[in-house]
């Protein structure tokens, strides 16, 4: 694990403790720090100043890099006269040639320099990337002699990442494919400091259904990992479905952990095209690993989502079977204090549009039965408490929506939920009264 954090506007130890929560949340670790002994913290490039200085000042001495003098102001109105002459962006390198008599004036003046790396032009830069094949780059589209270290001391990405990469003894760099100019820039780096690059390859980007690339500025929380934790999504689906977007095993199979991810990831199948972030087809993964994953795991990851409700009057066994009867309707585990409240609230709410469900003359009979019928309910029986209501549709000829459906508003407060024999098991003998009485209550006596 490696922090990039030399950009000081963009570095927040919230931010940082927000990328470890999210990347732990998905059962994505590390094993590697600069304390191997402890937790295993990162490696932060804030804490390798010097060492990128000691570097920058061998490049200088070995004629790759020299000192620049240029204050932002005028950096600023180079750009501003480029843009007047519709010229490309970039440095002009009026530094690179300063004489000795110069820089001294310069820094006796109390000019503090940055360093920046010479870019020579004209030259094609060239490699095999792992994904896109073989990349040109022409040097005169990298913006001209590149600053390494800001003269405030900070090394700048370009030049940290070729640092740390060596120290780390990285083989293989995967990224995105907006870095692609930035490899040809990190590359002119590696050959410089005489040492052979990793291997290089750029993936696609993620875009939404507009075709637009995901980014915090146009999408907000939909980039955030911890929106999706807090929705009630399995970490194992959000893993799954990055995973797939951009790559599939050889055996063509959608569902997969990260482990088998690990096992069976090859570079060369990772698709050139971009990926498309498609929520619903999210929603269809996040439902399957709901359904999917044990019972115990979703009941637990349930728990934060009932915190309305007192949990402590229902036994573990009766928790997990709650979470069971109503998890094949969820896609998300948000959803779950909604879909559950009947099992929770002291009386049911019967909307006004059920309301006429359980006033028919029909209605009446099958409540009044079930009443009438209390003592021969198996209670805690799924299975038995349903065949006793079908034993009463027997004895009242009446079958389907005309027998289920007056017990459901009764008993859910809907005419459409759970299965009939759980809901009746787990409220049990006292709750499933009241609630029969209730609803014979709200209706018209004749």
Same mark, same amino acid.
């Given at each position: 694990?490696?922090?990039e954090?030399?950009?000081?506007?963009?570095?927040?130890?919230?931010?940082?403790?927000?990328?470890?929560?999210?990347?732990?949340?998905?059962?994505?670790?590390?094993?590697?720090?600069?304390?191997?002994?402890?937790?295993?913290?990162?490696?932060?490039?804030?804490?390798?100043?010097?060492?990128?200085?000691?570097?920058?000042?061998?490049?200088?001495?070995?004629?790759?890099?020299?000192?620049?003098?240029?204050?932002?102001?005028?950096?600023?109105?180079?750009?501003?006269?480029?843009?007047?002459?519709?010229?490309?962006?970039?440095?002009?390198?009026?530094?690179?040639?300063l004489?000795?008599?110069?820089?001294?004036?310069?820094?006796?003046?109390?000019?503090?320099?940055?360093?920046?790396?010479?870019?020579?032009?004209?030259?094609?830069?060239?490699?095999?990337?792992?994904?896109?094949?073989?990349?040109?780059?022409?040097?005169?589209?990298?913006?001209?002699?590149?600053?390494?270290?800001?003269?405030?001391?900070?090394?700048?990405?370009?030049?940290?990442?070729?640092?740390?990469d060596?120290?780390?003894?990285?083989?293989h760099?995967?990224?995105?494919?907006?870095?692609?100019?930035?490899?040809?820039?990190?590359?002119?780096?590696?050959?410089?400091?005489?040492?052979?690059?990793?291997?290089?390859?750029?993936t696609?980007?993620?875009?939404?259904?507009?075709?637009?690339?995901?980014s915090?500025?146009?999408?907000?929380?939909?980039?955030?990992?911890?929106?999706?934790?807090q929705?009630?999504?399995?970490?194992?689906?959000?893993?799954?479905?990055?995973?797939?977007? *951009?790559?599939?095993?050889?055996?063509?199979?959608?569902?997969?952990?990260?482990?088998?991810?690990?096992?069976?990831?090859?570079?060369?199948?990772?698709?050139?095209?971009?990926?498309?972030?498609?929520?619903?087809?999210?929603?269809?993964?996040?439902?399957?690993?709901?359904r999917?994953?044990?019972?115990?795991?979703?009941t637990?990851?349930?728990l934060?989502?009932?915190?309305?409700?007192?949990?402590?009057?229902? *036994?573990?066994?009766?928790?997990?079977?709650?979470?069971s009867?109503?998890?094949?309707?969820?896609?998300?585990?948000?959803?779950?204090?909604n879909?559950?409240?009947?099992?929770?609230?002291?009386?049911?709410?019967?909307?006004?549009?059920?309301?006429?469900?359980?006033?028919?003359?029909?209605?009446?009979?099958?409540? *009044?039965?079930?009443?009438?019928?209390?003592?021969?309910f198996?209670?805690?029986?799924?299975?038995g408490?349903?065949?006793?209501?079908?034993?009463?549709?027997?004895?009242?000829?009446?079958?389907?929506?005309?027998?289920?459906?007056?017990?459901?508003?009764?008993?859910?407060?809907?005419?459409?939920?759970?299965?009939?024999?759980?809901?009746?098991?787990?409220?049990?003998?006292?709750?499933?009264?009241?609630?029969?009485?209730?609803?014979?209550?709200?209706?018209p006596?004749?």
């Amino acid at each position: 694990m490696r922090l990039e954090d030399t950009d000081e506007v963009r570095s927040d130890e919230n931010f940082t403790q927000d990328i470890f929560a999210g990347l732990k949340w998905l059962g994505i670790n590390w094993d590697e720090g600069p304390d191997i002994g402890g937790p295993y913290p990162p490696y932060r490039q804030t804490e390798k100043v010097d060492h990128y200085h000691s570097i920058a000042r061998k490049l200088i001495e070995s004629g790759h890099a020299y000192h620049c003098f240029c204050a932002p102001e005028e950096i600023n109105q180079l750009k501003e006269e480029q843009k007047q002459a519709s010229v490309a962006p970039g440095y002009d390198n009026r530094c690179r040639h300063l004489t000795d008599e110069v820089v001294s004036k310069l820094t006796a003046e109390g000019r503090i320099p940055a360093i920046r790396f010479k870019v020579e032009q004209p030259r094609i830069v060239t490699w095999n990337d792992g994904i896109k094949g073989s990349i040109s780059i022409d040097t005169s589209d990298l913006g001209g002699d590149m600053v390494i270290v800001k003269s405030n001391g900070m090394a700048i990405y370009n030049f940290a990442v070729v640092i740390d990469d060596i120290d780390m003894k990285m083989t293989h760099v995967i990224r995105g494919e907006d870095h692609i100019h930035n490899t040809a820039k990190q590359l002119l780096i590696y050959e410089a400091l005489g040492v052979t690059p990793p291997e290089f390859a750029h993936t696609a980007l993620i875009f939404d259904t507009d075709r637009r690339k995901l980014s915090k500025r146009h999408h907000g929380e939909m980039v955030h990992v911890d929106k999706y934790r807090q929705d009630g999504y399995m970490p194992e689906a959000i893993v799954n479905y990055l995973g797939q977007m *951009s790559w599939n095993p050889a055996d063509g199979r959608e569902m997969f952990t990260l482990e088998e991810a690990c096992d069976m990831f090859e570079l060369g199948q990772v698709s050139k095209s971009p990926a498309v972030f498609d929520v619903p087809r999210l929603n269809w993964f996040n439902g399957s690993y709901i359904r999917s994953l044990p019972l115990s795991l979703i009941t637990d990851r349930s728990l934060p989502f009932l915190e309305k409700y007192d949990t402590k009057q229902y *036994s573990r066994e009766q928790l997990e079977e709650i979470v069971s009867v109503v998890r094949e309707g969820l896609t998300t585990l948000s959803e779950i204090t909604n879909a559950v409240n009947f099992f929770f609230d002291k009386q049911v709410n019967i909307p006004a549009e059920v309301n006429p469900t359980v006033c028919t003359d029909n209605a009446k009979k099958v409540l *009044s039965a079930v009443l009438s019928h209390l003592s021969d309910f198996p209670w805690g029986e799924q299975k038995g408490c349903k065949d006793v209501i079908d034993n009463i549709g027997k004895e009242l000829g009446l079958k389907g929506k005309e027998l289920y459906w007056p017990v459901r508003a009764a008993l859910q407060g809907r005419t459409s939920g759970p299965d009939l024999g759980s809901t009746l098991s787990i409220l049990g003998q006292a709750r499933v009264k009241s609630r029969i009485e209730g609803a014979l209550g709200l209706c018209p006596q004749t």
